[in-house]
């Protein structure tokens, strides 16, 4: 069964306003996540990695402003696409490592901005 | 930086087997994963090898590395029509570090 939980796995937004993904590990803790975006028929681009009880670290390009990112426990981190744009349309992931060693993926969240 | 490179298709027909190709960069990779996705769907961790192995077969998976050519492959035995997807080949240095992700493998499986 899956092993990390992603919801909603599909929202439809207006252009303008804020959008939540939540980020839950299952029966397990996991001090970091990482959030990833995939566009169309590409790869996975890491985005940033969440930290439980700190600030994320987020790469190179990603704007911190735009995508706030939450690790407020230990089973649970939050992607927040703030005044979402058509361009921030894509599918978002996150994962947690289970074990130390298991990379285990959400089943993802599509997000359309009109 | 560090890179991870596959094939962008492969077709082959069902029953036959498949044999999907990886090559990375990064000497320190330590876990090296093989992830499945179906569309509009998140990954699926189908099997992953430690650095300091050669083979690990899985009940019809089978990887290979070849840690001196920086070279893993994931071989599926008895395809079915139920394998197509996208097959994507990851690296990491340890399990707290980010995957780097290669642009994955569309596997079509003709009936």
């Known amino acids: 069964g899956a092993v990390v939980s992603q919801h909603p796995s599909r929202v439809i937004c207006k252009s303008g306003t804020s959008v939540k993904i939540e980020c839950r590990s299952l029966?397990?803790?996991?001090?970091?996540m990482f959030w990833y975006r995939q566009f169309p028929k590409q790869s996975l681009m890491l985005m940033a990695t969440?930290?439980?009880?700190?600030?994320?670290?987020?790469e190179q390009g990603v704007e911190k402003d735009k995508f706030l990112i939450n690790h407020a426990s230990l089973t649970l981190s939050t992607l927040t696409v703030t005044s979402a744009h058509p361009e921030d349309s894509s599918f978002y992931i996150c994962?947690?490592?289970?074990?130390?060693?298991?990379?285990?993926f959400g089943s993802g969240t599509q997000l359309s901005v009109l | 930086g560090e890179d991870v490179e596959q094939s962008l298709f492969l077709s082959v027909r069902e029953g036959d087997s498949s044999v999907i190709n990886c090559t990375y960069t990064?000497?320190?990779?330590?876990?090296l994963y093989w992830y499945k996705q179906e569309p509009g769907a998140g990954l699926q961790l189908l099997t992953y090898?430690?650095?300091?192995?050669d083979m690990k077969q899985d009940q019809r998976l089978t990887v290979l590395l070849n840690k001196k050519d920086k070279h893993l492959s994931l071989r599926i035995a008895d395809t079915q029509t139920g394998d197509s997807a996208i097959y994507f080949c990851?690296?990491?240095?340890?399990?707290?570090?980010?995957?780097?992700f290669g642009k994955g493998t569309r596997l079509s499986v003709i009936a």
């Open positions: 994962s947690a490592p289970l074990q130390g060693e298991k990379l285990f």
């Open positions: 029966d397990f803790q996991a001090t970091t």
């Open positions: 969440s930290n439980e009880g700190s600030k994320a670290t987020y």
């Open positions: 990064d000497s320190s990779s330590t876990y």
């Open positions: 090898i430690f650095s300091n192995m």
């Open positions: 990851a690296e990491t240095v340890s399990g707290n570090t980010p995957l780097v």
